[in-house]
């Protein structure tokens, strides 16, 4: 084994004279005032009292390697300390006690650092190394705080006698414990689909034409019938980069592999809206959006809504496509109204219960009319429910309305606040990455048309124009109009 000489030794020497105490103490420690050093506490290293510590370095191993791999676990442990410290202060950096509570400030740390690292999902690409493990180490230590949210259950032991006694032991939550780990799994499947996009066949170009991808080529959009009538929402979202495709468009093995992407996209997107349903449903109501509703459900739905909820014939469907619904700002303020609508009949419906449960036994027309009421507010509030579950079905992108907002800001149960923003986040993720995904269908489509058409003299212009494909929506744009023929 060869054997360090004495100028490896000098040369060691010479490093260890730059060493700072700092980057061994915790922050306690480091706070230690020269004065102290002269008192009572020794120093950590002197030889009179302890050995100097035995450091052995690889051989070809230099120092700035070790430094580097301090410096980078020095700079995580600081980040956790940053992350923690705005948790417990509420995000209030005054210090004041005027900041919010735990579950909302948990809320609002995995919704900012999802916003951090998958806010430009604008290609179909990998997720760069250092937002992938800056996600993972991040969630990772704010999902630790469920592992100390436990509920009691019986439990019985056998005494080393005989017997038997009964216990009280802890155990996860029911509701962590089903769909936390379930979330984890859709998170790996999302992140494993955006790793399966390396080495792929398209590539994406600016809209000014500047090839993005490392081809010095200047390209624009090729000038056909075909690209002429892009789908609205390319045409929409003026700052995403066009894909592009070969000129006789995807093999048949990357067509088929990008469908089962996105099928499995479409699981996942099910998936995380279900868990994020269920737990919005299951928050309580806060007194502000309560005692903010009007007190009549006709003003707060309008004439025409309320009509067609209270006509003896009445078809949801019919009365969605009645409504002007072109944008998302109309949209949202119509599931808004629809959604007060339902918790106003559906107060009036438990108040009316109630009087009749305190008022006891009534007598003629006075009990006939109360029993109409109640029969008539459960009957609207179901209609209304009804209607407000087909508009989301049919706008599954829709932004969270006016009640679900509150719902999360005012949400003491920190379980429930951490698998509403994670399932959330993953519900994004997963609609932008469906929509990057018909995207590139949907070009990958007309160039191929294009190229079938161009190989085919007797192919007119006319019936090239008419066999335009068709953008496939699940998560549909939303609010935008579709176009079925082309207006020059």
């Known amino acids: 084994m060869p054997t360090t000489g004495s100028s490896e030794v000098d040369d060691y020497d010479h490093r260890s004279d730059g060493y700072t105490l700092s980057a061994d103490v915790s922050e306690s420690e480091s706070g230690i005032t020269l004065s102290d050093s002269f008192n009572n506490s ?44 705005k948790l417990l202060l509420g995000e209030d950096m005054s210090g004041g006690g005027k900041g919010v509570g735990t579950a909302l400030a948990i809320s609002n740390a995995i919704t900012n650092l999802s916003a951090t690292v998958f806010g430009e999902l604008w290609r179909l690409e990998p997720l760069a190394s250092q937002k992938k493990s800056m996600w993972l180490r991040e969630m990772e230590w704010l999902l630790c705080v469920s592992d100390s949210i436990v509920e009691l259950i019986p439990s019985f032991q056998e005494l080393p006698g005989g017997g038997t006694y009964e216990v009280m032991v802890t155990r996860p939550r029911m509701d962590l414990y089903v769909n936390l780990p379930a979330l984890k799994k859709l998170d790996g499947m999302l992140l494993s689909i955006l790793d399966g996009f390396r080495d792929t066949e398209f590539q994406y170009v600016d809209r000014g034409g500047i090839l993005v991808n490392g081809n010095d080529q200047n390209e624009s959009h090729p000038c056909s019938p075909f690209s002429r009538r892009c789908s609205v929402r390319l045409e929409e979202k003026w700052w995403l980069p066009f894909p592009k495709v070969p000129p006789r468009g995807l093999s048949d093995n990357t067509r088929k592999r ?29 007194d502000v959006y309560l005692e903010s509703l009007p007190k009549s459900a006709k003003a707060c739905l309008g004439e025409t809504i309320y009509q067609y909820l209270t006509a003896d014939q009445f078809s949801p469907e ?108 993953i519900e994004s993720l997963a609609f932008n990455l469906m929509t990057r995904i018909d995207d590139l269908q949907y070009v990958d489509d007309a160039t191929r048309q294009r190229a079938a058409a161009e190989s085919s003299p007797m192919l007119d212009e006319s019936d090239s124009a008419s066999s335009v494909p068709t953008q496939k929506h699940i998560s549909p744009s939303l609010f935008s109009i579709q176009h079925t023929s082309c207006s020059s």
């Open 42 to 85: 020794p120093p950590r290293f002197r030889s009179d009292i302890l050995p100097p510590p035995e450091i052995t370095l690889p051989l070809g191993c230099h120092g700035n390697v070790v430094e580097k791999r301090d410096t980078t676990h020095l700079s995580e442990v600081e980040l956790m300390k940053e992350r923690f410290a």
């Open 258 to 286: 990008l469908q089962q992407f996105r099928e499995c996209t479409i699981q996942i997107f099910k998936a995380a809206v279900a868990i994020n349903t269920c737990v919005l449903s299951e928050m309580e109501i806060p």
């Open 318 to 425: 019919c009365l969605l496509e009645y409504l002007e619904m072109s944008s998302e700002y109309t949209t949202l303020e119509i599931a808004n109204r629809i959604e007060a609508s339902v918790h106003i009949w559906r107060h009036k419906y438990f108040r009316r219960h109630l009087s009749r449960a305190k008022s006891g036994r009534s007598w003629g027309g006075k009990v006939k009319g109360l029993v109409s009421d109640r029969g008539k507010n459960k009957f609207l509030h179901q209609r209304a429910e009804t209607l407000l579950r087909n508009l989301k079905l049919q706008f599954p992108g829709l932004p969270q309305t006016a009640l679900d907002i509150q719902k999360i800001q005012y949400n003491k149960d920190v379980g429930q606040s951490i698998l509403e923003s994670y399932s959330r986040v």
